[in-house]
């Protein structure tokens, strides 16, 4: 189960928490530290709410499991390093 809140932070609540909750979610921030903006508080007011409708297509369903730690992700991509969007994931 952490593993898919951690995979949908990192997909949806990239971009839909912003706009939602006024900030990156808190596993974002936690994982990626200083790598990840802040907002300002200014900011934060300007885009918190700033939606009234939130459209998503779905098209396809992923299993995601929390892999044995390796120090690196491997992709599609390729094998990425340390701080990396796939490493910061950490989901197989």
């Known amino acids: 189960q952490e593993a898919s809140q951690r995979a949908l932070d990192f997909h949806l609540g990239w971009f839909a928490d912003p706009i939602w ?3 990156y979610p808190s596993r ?4 990626c530290g200083r790598r990840l903006p802040t907002f300002t508080e200014a900011e934060r007011t300007l ?4 939606s009234d ?10 299993y995601v499991t929390s892999p044995e730690w390796r120090g690196y992700a491997w992709s599609g991509y390729g094998d990425l390093r340390a701080g990396s969007y796939f490493t ?5």
């Open 21 to 23: 909750t006024g900030d």
């Open 28 to 31: 974002m921030r936690t994982v």
């Open 88 to 92: 910061d994931l950490g989901v197989d």
């Open 47 to 50: 885009i918190k709410g700033s």
């Open 53 to 62: 409708f939130f459209g998503l297509n779905h098209y396809g369903t992923a």
